[in-house]
């Protein structure tokens, strides 16, 4: 089944599926352009027969199908599928789709699913809001959206290994999905990677590389040595299927609130791609019809890491290191910038930055007050969100935070805020709690 081609966010030239894939080409081969420490031109996006789709989906069957099961739509994935048997269609119905993606076992999905409550509600200073909650999946991070399709298109191309560059979460990411489905996965990352995720992405069994310099040198070098060894490339932005796996999260805000979207998603925003692939899935839940409006984005960043706040002032890009507590949205050239800007602009969001103090204050406050622990890149969304409730901009909108990364993946961070305990004796113990 083939029912999608690639366009070019840039010139918008059409391609088909077999010139992309077969050949393995990454942006536009009319107008990609790949400088470095420069945001990528010619990014590639996947659309659909949305006509078709609309008969085939009906908004009110959409909303009963479970958060994290990607496989139940597979007409809005670019994912080769056969219908089921009859006997299959008639036990799975709602739950399963009447499709199931080519060469793939229903194990095979399994083991990539995604936990069906990832949307919470909590409550700060009498103003109540959502949380998307990604740091239970299953490499603990939001990357899992993106690695998982594209492990399974290798499958379904037949490769075997895959490449990628990281600061860490997308890296254990394709580590540990490609451990689940039986491919080789070859990471790149910088020399300063939390050292938390550089034992979770070797523990993975991945082969992994640290190179001497930041995120946006390992993002060079992976591409160079992907291209000349012929390795599959999952680096973020550059291979389409990093921004169209993210729109899941879209999908699943969708399902899980029946339709009531939320009014302001607050993301955090390193290269742009978690933003463009939200994006990407609301643009798609308009096009069919199943929402009136978008919400609007607010791309939230690092003081020491802020392209995008910068681009949104002027539309001129000019490369300046990032340096952040939060290395998960540390880049000095965003890959997607381009893509990011248009996603803010069409939705009336805004970009906004935020200290490393203001980040580690906001994780020490949702762990204490809400049980979550998460890693910096994620307190910002909740850092950014007390700001704009100070300043009185969200009135009676409501408001989602995107949480996209376990604290445990980067423990040095906790130790900013949480000092060192000696231990105590038993004696000291007793009379503590027995001779008051």
């Given at each position: 089944?083939?029912n999608?081609?690639?366009?070019?966010?840039?010139?918008?030239?059409t391609?088909s599926?077999d010139?992309?894939?077969?050949?393995?080409?990454?942006?536009?081969?009319?107008c990609?352009?790949?400088g470095?420490?420069?945001p990528l031109?010619?990014v590639?996006?996947?659309?659909?027969?949305?006509?078709?789709?609309?008969?085939?989906?009906?908004k009110?069957?959409?909303?009963?199908?479970?958060?994290g099961?990607?496989?139940q739509?597979?007409?809005?994935?670019?994912?080769?599928?056969?219908k089921?048997s009859?006997k299959e269609s008639?036990?799975n119905?709602?739950?399963?789709?009447?499709?199931?993606?080519?060469?793939?076992?229903?194990n095979?999905?399994?083991?990539i699913?995604?936990?069906?409550?990832?949307?919470?509600?909590?409550?700060?200073?009498?103003?109540?809001?959502?949380v998307?909650?990604?740091?239970?999946?299953p490499t603990?991070?939001?990357?899992?959206?993106?690695?998982?399709?594209?492990?399974?298109?290798?499958?379904?191309?037949?490769?075997k290994e895959?490449?990628a560059a990281?600061?860490g979460?997308?890296?254990?990411?394709?580590?540990?999905i490609?451990a689940?489905?039986?491919?080789?996965?070859?990471?790149f990352?910088?020399?300063?990677?939390p050292?938390?995720?550089?034992?979770?992405?070797?523990?993975?069994?991945?082969e992994?590389?640290?190179?001497?310099?930041?995120?946006?040198?390992a993002?060079?070098?992976?591409l160079?040595?992907?291209?000349?060894?012929?390795?599959?490339?999952?680096?973020?932005?550059?291979?389409p299927?990093?921004?169209?796996?993210?729109?899941?999260a879209?999908?699943?805000?969708?399902?899980?609130?029946?339709g009531?979207m939320p009014?302001?998603i607050?993301?955090p925003?390193?290269?742009g791609?978690?933003?463009?692939g939200?994006?990407?899935?609301?643009?798609e839940?308009?096009?069919l019809g199943?929402?009136?409006?978008?919400?609007?984005?607010?791309?939230?960043?690092?003081?020491?890491?802020?392209a995008?706040?910068?681009?949104?002032?002027?539309?001129?890009?000019?490369?300046?290191?990032a340096?952040?507590?939060?290395?998960?949205i540390?880049?000095?050239?965003?890959?997607?910038?381009?893509?990011?800007?248009d996603?803010?602009?069409?939705?009336?969001?805004?970009?906004?930055q935020?200290?490393?103090?203001?980040?580690?204050?906001?994780q020490?406050?949702?762990a204490?007050?809400?049980?979550?622990?998460?890693?910096?890149?994620?307190s910002?969304?909740?850092a950014?969100?007390?700001k704009?409730?100070?300043?009185?901009?969200l009135?009676k909108?409501?408001?989602?935070?995107?949480?996209?990364?376990?604290?445990l993946?980067?423990t040095?961070?906790?130790?900013?805020?949480?000092?060192?305990?000696?231990?105590?004796?038993?004696?000291?113990?007793?009379?503590?709690?027995f001779?008051?």
């Open positions: 089944m083939k999608y081609i690639y366009k070019c966010f840039d010139c918008g030239k391609y599926q010139e992309i894939e077969k050949n393995l080409i990454y942006l536009c081969p009319s990609g352009t790949i470095k420490n420069l031109r010619g590639l996006l996947i659309e659909y027969d949305y006509e078709a789709i609309k008969k085939k989906y009906k009110k069957e959409f909303l009963k199908l479970q958060p099961r990607f496989w739509y597979n007409l809005l994935w670019p994912l080769n599928s056969e089921r009859d008639n036990k119905k709602v739950r399963d789709s009447s499709y199931v993606l080519s060469g793939l076992t229903q095979d999905m399994n083991k699913s995604l936990p069906s409550n990832c949307l919470l509600k909590y409550s700060f200073e009498g103003n109540n809001f959502f998307l909650d990604d740091t239970r999946n603990l991070s939001f990357k899992d959206r993106a690695s998982s399709l594209v492990a399974l298109k290798a499958k379904e191309l037949g490769i895959i490449a990281s600061t979460n997308a890296g254990s990411s394709l580590a540990g490609c689940r489905l039986g491919l080789k996965s070859i990471i990352v910088p020399k300063l990677i050292e938390a995720k550089r034992i979770q992405i070797q523990s993975y069994g991945a992994i590389y640290l190179v001497d310099g930041d995120y946006d040198l993002f060079d070098t992976c160079e040595i992907s291209a000349e060894k012929k390795i599959y490339n999952r680096n973020t932005g550059y291979n299927l990093t921004i169209e796996g993210k729109k899941s879209a999908f699943d805000i969708f399902m899980t609130t029946k009531k009014d302001v607050f993301i925003t390193g290269d791609v978690v933003l463009s939200l994006y990407k899935g609301l643009w839940l308009k096009k199943w929402i009136k409006e978008l919400p609007k984005l607010i791309a939230v960043q690092a003081e020491g890491s802020n995008v706040v910068r681009y949104m002032k002027n539309q001129k890009f000019e490369y300046m290191p340096k952040s507590i939060a290395d998960s540390s880049a000095g050239a965003p890959r997607c910038l381009y893509m990011t800007y996603a803010i602009i069409k939705t009336k969001g805004e970009a906004i935020v200290s490393d103090t203001e980040i580690l204050e906001a020490k406050f949702v204490q007050n809400y049980g979550i622990l998460i890693e910096p890149s994620s910002s969304t909740f950014a969100y007390k704009y409730i100070s300043q009185n901009k009135l909108q409501t408001a989602l935070l995107l949480f996209t990364g376990n604290g993946k980067d040095s961070a906790l130790k900013n805020w949480n000092h060192s305990i000696e231990p105590s004796t038993s004696k000291f113990i007793k009379e503590k709690f001779n008051k």
